[in-house]
């Protein structure tokens, strides 16, 4: 069965190092997305790719880049953590058109 | 971009009454709307959508109605059980999906 993958699960880092987690889709889906979870503010969009080669910055971009280099994969890199990117994260795909996305289980990231 | 905003944050029920969650958003782009149910320590998942062609739908206690005019739109879950206790998330697409803030449900025995 098809499906998406995040690594990994937990995560604790330093402030200042750079960390990357990982998201693998077996959809085959263009459309590749990263969320943030915190509470009282929802799902907040960080990234977003249509297809290998496109990315865009969602509304909480800042400090967070990504990568399109096959359609499976969209990591997330955080180039110097900050206690304030503490939250768990979420990846999801879906296909072309407004179709359902599909989420990973998360990523619990803590920042120390 | 986007802003979807939805009402009430908490919501408790007694088993069995109904249970709405009301959202707005503000891109008179979107056309997709879709809404996800998450439980403790899960992931987010689907469980209706509607698109802007249509008004209502429904499924089984489920049902989602849609006012494009006044941009916005509704869930409504009937003979609620302890089952639909969780976090429910509206969201609206322009070709990303935006979130409202959620809405945490307690169905009371």
């Known amino acids: 069965d098809a499906e998406i993958t995040q690594s990994p699960r937990h995560k604790i880092t330093e402030t200042g190092r750079q960390v990357t987690l990982a998201c693998h889709q077996t959809?085959?889906?263009?459309?590749m997305f990263w969320y943030r979870q915190d509470l009282g503010h929802g799902l907040r969009l960080i990234h977003y790719?249509?297809?290998?080669?496109?990315?865009n910055k969602g509304e909480v971009s800042d400090g967070y880049s990504v990568s399109r280099s096959n359609t499976e994969d969209l990591p997330l890199t955080l180039e110097s953590a900050a206690s304030s990117q503490t939250s768990v994260y979420f990846c999801?795909?879906?296909?072309?058109?407004?179709?359902?996305?599909?989420f990973g289980q998360g990523t619990r990231l803590t920042v120390v | 971009g986007e802003n979807v905003e939805q009402h009430p944050s908490t919501l408790s029920v007694q088993e069995g009454d109904s249970a709405v969650i009301k959202c707005t958003y503000s891109d008179s782009a979107s056309n997709y709307f879709p809404w996800y149910k998450q439980e403790l320590g899960k992931r987010p998942q689907l469980i209706i959508d509607i698109r802007s062609n249509v008004g209502e739908k429904k499924d089984q206690r489920i049902a989602v109605t849609l006012n494009k005019t006044a941009k916005h739109f509704s869930l409504h879950i009937t003979e609620t059980q302890p089952e639909d206790s969780a976090v429910y998330f509206c969201?609206?697409?322009?070709?990303?999906?935006?979130f409202g803030a959620g809405t945490t449900v307690t169905v009371r025995a």
């Open positions: 999801a795909s879906s296909g072309t058109g407004n179709t359902e996305a599909f």
């Open positions: 790719s249509y297809g290998v080669q496109d990315t």
């Open positions: 959809w085959n889906h263009n459309n």
């Open positions: 969201a609206a697409d322009d070709y990303k999906l935006s």
